[in-house]
């Protein structure tokens, strides 16, 4: 009862864009995109690879995220495809979140476009106004500085929260509230239109599980007494079932706050001392860091790379190119030239290698200074093209696995 009186006082908020990807394509290409009915995000040049994102009346064909680009044609042959436009996603999530920092400085992004808002505490700032109140208004700001409409739902915490904008969110038959707010103390009455299956993190194995002793419905757990879910699921799962389907859900919201610098390195089991051997792990780390970094939506000033020699002396070397980076192509050729450096100066076996990018400046920021660089290539300096290539495949590996792609060749080789 504690956690349910310590929880009554939270306002929490989730504003989540309504068809992200589409509503971003649409804005960007109004004449075309933003008059297709059937708009269906994702896929590769060829009208293969995967949906990210379809337009409600493409969804109303049976058309969703993640469906083969090939089928989804089938179900909706006449639907207009376009690539995803990273680029102008990034700089609208960071646009959406300029917006809601305005309401509070506690806003964590948990995906490109859900963002949870911690409002505890503010009611003297908002003069005592509903939340509802100052849901409305922060989905008024989001659309007028963004032109994208957000779904803002709230409550005690972040469960609730997530639910009531689940409930609030359009569909493809129906416009959706735009706000919900469950108010304190109606959180167990809420919960109980539910399935077990809608509540998040009760996943296929649980509801699996679940159903095998008749618990299919929000309702069926609160019907039984804790000594028999107990008995069913063993006491941490059965207090923990039994605090989600009244809502209780004691995670907090948690600012982001932009990392320093990104680094992978490597131990190697056994020493190496084979030059090409190291590059070939080098372009690993720098992959992988620089997917990192794309994910964050930056892009580095400097690329450092640090070895341990086996004899336990570290050394690195760094580099600033003229124009920051964040394609794989780029980040490699610069720390496969740091390698050589370093190599050169004391050639032993090594026992660690590592790749740490840093000096960051936000994707969207960087981009007009970018697109003046033009036609002479400085070494890691790089293109339009190395940034696309270098999103798509993070979206296949995102999709398909970090396996996904084996490389043909190195770049820059
Ligand atoms: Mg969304």
Same mark, same amino acid.
């Given at each position: ?16 864009? !309504? ?21 269906? $995000? ?25 469906? =083969? ?20 996603? &990034? ?21 490109? !476009? ?93 509801? %699996? ?9 929000? +309702? ?35 600012? +982001? ?7 992978? !390195? ?18 690993? #780390? ?8 794309? %994910? ?8 450092? $790379? ?21 394609? !794989? ?18 050639? $032993? ?14 994707? %969207?920021?960087?981009?007009?200074? #970018? ?6 290539? #400085? &070494? ?5 093209? +190395? ?23 190195? =770049?820059?080789?």
């Amino acid at each position: 009862m504690d956690e349910a009186v310590r929880q009554s006082d939270r306002r929490i908020l989730l504003a989540d864009a !309504d068809a992200f990807y589409v509503s971003v394509a649409r804005l960007l290409d109004p004449e075309g995109a933003g008059r297709a009915p059937c708009l269906i $995000v994702g896929g590769s040049a060829d009208r293969r690879g995967v949906v990210t994102s379809a337009s409600y009346e493409a969804r109303r064909f049976g058309v969703h995220s993640a469906m =083969p680009m090939a089928r989804a044609l089938r179900l909706c042959p006449k639907a207009m495809v376009v690539p995803v436009p990273w680029e102008a996603c &990034a700089a609208k999530s960071r646009h959406v979140r300029e917006v809601l920092e305005r309401f509070t400085p506690v806003v964590e992004q948990a995906s490109s !476009d859900e963002f949870y808002l911690d409002l505890s505490g503010t009611e003297g700032l908002y003069g005592g106004e509903p939340l509802a109140t100052t849901a409305t208004r922060i989905r008024e700001a989001v659309r007028a500085e963004t032109a994208l409409a957000v779904t803002v739902g709230g409550g005690t915490t972040r469960l609730v929260a997530k639910l009531a904008t689940n409930v609030a969110k359009p569909g493809p038959d129906h416009p959706g509230a735009g706000v919900l707010i469950v108010p304190s103390g109606a959180e167990g009455e809420f919960l109980r239109r539910f399935t077990l299956a809608e509540l998040p993190l009760v996943g296929p194995k649980l509801q %699996e599980r679940l159903r095998h002793f008749g618990l299919r419905t929000v +309702d069926d757990v609160l019907r039984r007494d804790r000594a028999t879910l107990v008995a069913w699921l063993g006491e941490r799962e059965a207090d923990w079932l039994s605090d989600r389907v009244r809502g209780v859900d004691d995670g907090d919201v948690v600012p +982001d706050r932009e990392p320093k610098s990104i680094s992978r !390195d490597e131990t190697f089991a056994v020493d190496v001392r084979d030059d090409a051997e190291l590059e070939r792990r080098l372009l690993e #780390l720098a992959d992988r860091a620089s997917a990192d970094l794309r %994910e964050e939506g930056l892009l580095a000033r400097t690329v450092t $790379v640090k070895i341990r020699d086996a004899d336990f002396t570290t050394r690195q070397a760094g580099r600033t190119p003229p124009e920051p980076v964040c394609s !794989d192509r780029a980040i490699y050729a610069l720390a496969r030239e740091l390698l050589h450096r370093l190599r050169r100066a004391r050639r $032993v076996p090594a026992r660690l290698l590592g790749v740490a990018l840093s000096q960051f400046v936000r994707a %969207e920021a960087a981009a007009p200074q #970018l697109s003046l660089l033009a036609a002479p290539r #400085l &070494a890691g300096a790089e293109s339009e093209r +190395d940034r696309v290539l270098a999103r798509v495949l993070d979206e296949v590996r995102e999709r398909f696995g970090p396996d996904a792609l084996a490389r043909g060749r190195t =770049p820059a080789g």
